[in-house]
């Protein structure tokens, strides 16, 4: 009865490669995201979507492309994989019209390693 | 521009004191705010939020926060910390104007020292 899932949560790919992660929600949230954490652990926000349309993009490179093919999922696709992408991807999503949009909640997150 | 800043990157306390974590922000608009904790190898669980109301707000895990306006800041406390609290802790705010997404502080890493 997870709320919030990623899969997978380890990726280990090798630079080039195209890789995906999967999103799914089962709250009934409108809004879902993609978050970045890096090596750091600075956490930025990369994409949003609002029921299917994208309302976010944090001038995130053009390999990135999110799709969120219903309201439940949203995808995170990147191609030619760099080493600056490793990092731990998450994914989250939030309530509309309840005044509390801004509350999100996070799945486990995807660490992906690119060697 | 948004920012949230954590002045704290590391603290470390000992088992049963008290414990602050500062959280100061810089939002155009009316923020809301939250705190959430990372656990090695883990994802963010949030402690707790402030959207409006009583500026003493109480999370999970008897944690709490006192939002002050004035000094645009949201700092976290605990009366008595436990070994289990020793995380990573982020401060994050919201607002809607800005598309709803959250800006977060770059996190204090606390020690429990036993």
């Known amino acids: 009865d997870t709320a919030v899932s990623q899969t997978p949560k380890y990726l280990v790919t090798q630079m080039g490669n195209d890789k995906s992660i999967k999103c799914e929600q089962n709250l009934g949230h409108d809004t879902m995201y993609w978050y970045k954490q890096d090596s750091k652990k600075f956490l930025k926000i990369m994409f949003s979507y609002n029921n299917k349309e994208l309302i976010i993009n944090e001038t995130v490179p053009n390999r990135f492309s999110p799709k969120s093919p219903d309201k439940a999922h949203l995808n995170l696709h990147i191609n030619s994989l760099e080493l600056g992408d490793s990092a731990v991807y998450f994914c989250?999503?939030?309530?509309?019209?309840?005044?509390?949009?801004?509350?999100?909640?996070f799945g486990q997150g995807t660490r992906l390693t690119v060697v | 521009a948004q920012s949230v800043t954590q002045p704290d990157i590391h603290i470390t306390v000992s088992e049963g004191a008290s414990l602050e974590l500062r959280c100061n922000y810089s939002?155009?608009?009316?923020?809301?705010l939250f705190w959430y904790v990372q656990s090695p190898g883990q994802g963010l669980q949030l402690l707790l939020k402030y959207f409006s109301g009583d500026t003493l707000v109480q999370g999970i895990k008897g944690f709490e926060a006192e939002f002050k306006r004035s000094q645009s800041s949201f700092n976290l406390r605990k009366p008595s910390v436990h070994w289990s609290d020793a995380a990573e802790y982020f401060c994050?705010?919201?607002?809607?104007?800005?598309?709803?997404?959250?800006?977060f502080g770059a996190g204090t890493i606390l020690r429990v020292k036993s």
């Open positions: 994050a705010v919201g607002a809607m104007e800005y598309g709803n997404k959250l800006v």
């Open positions: 939002y155009g608009a009316t923020p809301y």
């Open positions: 989250a999503s939030s309530p509309t019209g309840t005044g509390r949009e801004t509350e999100a909640f």
